[in-house]
């Protein structure tokens, strides 16, 4: 278990690093495009560039989000159950979280397959679609095991009866 959770743990870490250097790009081509501008013509593709880079960005941060729990949870009426019913109403919505996110993932990684396969490109700059739509299906697959991890951990809780 503490093998799979360090592992996940690293994972989600290397996602959150991508969908930070994502977010210094986004910062650097707007304000190089606002800069420019002023005194010439804009970055061309800007707006391509800003929605591929801000795509990437929330789908790779979503696992790391999810590992560290920093998303909002509605558990004022679980609390008052005990810590095992507690766990086994984690293990359900996890699981089926995990089927949605299953899905997801398998779906954004047919569309991307459908995007390189009629070499799809942005309009401007002829940039391929695929990969960027194949790393926000990574960062689906990350939050899958993130997800993984949190069934287990309710499943222990669940028969331990301890947090």
């Known amino acids: 278990m503490k093998v799979f ?10 996602t959150v690093k991508i969908s930070e250097v994502s977010l210094v790009f986004i ?3 707007i304000v ?5 501008r002023i005194r010439w013509k804009p970055v061309p593709g800007t707006v391509e560039l800003v929605e591929m880079a801000g795509a990437i960005m ?3 941060a979503v696992a790391y989000t999810s590992y560290k729990k920093g998303h909002i ?3 004022v009426l679980v609390e ?3 810590i095992r019913v507690q766990g086994i109403i ?3 919505i996890s699981t089926l979280s995990l089927v949605f ?3 997801l993932t398998k779906e954004a990684y047919v569309f991307a397959g459908r995007m390189l396969s009629r070499s799809y490109v942005t309009g401007h700059l002829n940039i391929p679609l695929a990969p960027s739509i194949y790393l926000v299906g990574t960062g689906f697959l990350m939050v899958c095991l993130v997800i993984v991890l949190d069934i287990l951990k309710a499943v222990i809780m669940a028969v331990k009866g301890e947090e």
């Open 5 to 14: 959770e360090r592992f996940v743990n690293r994972l989600s870490l290397i």
């Open 27 to 29: 910062m650097l081509i």
């Open 32 to 36: 190089a495009n606002v800069i420019t």
């Open 58 to 60: 929330l789908a790779t």
């Open 73 to 75: 949870m509605v558990s």
């Open 80 to 82: 008052k159950f005990s």
């Open 90 to 92: 984690d293990a359900v």
């Open 101 to 103: 996110l299953i899905l």
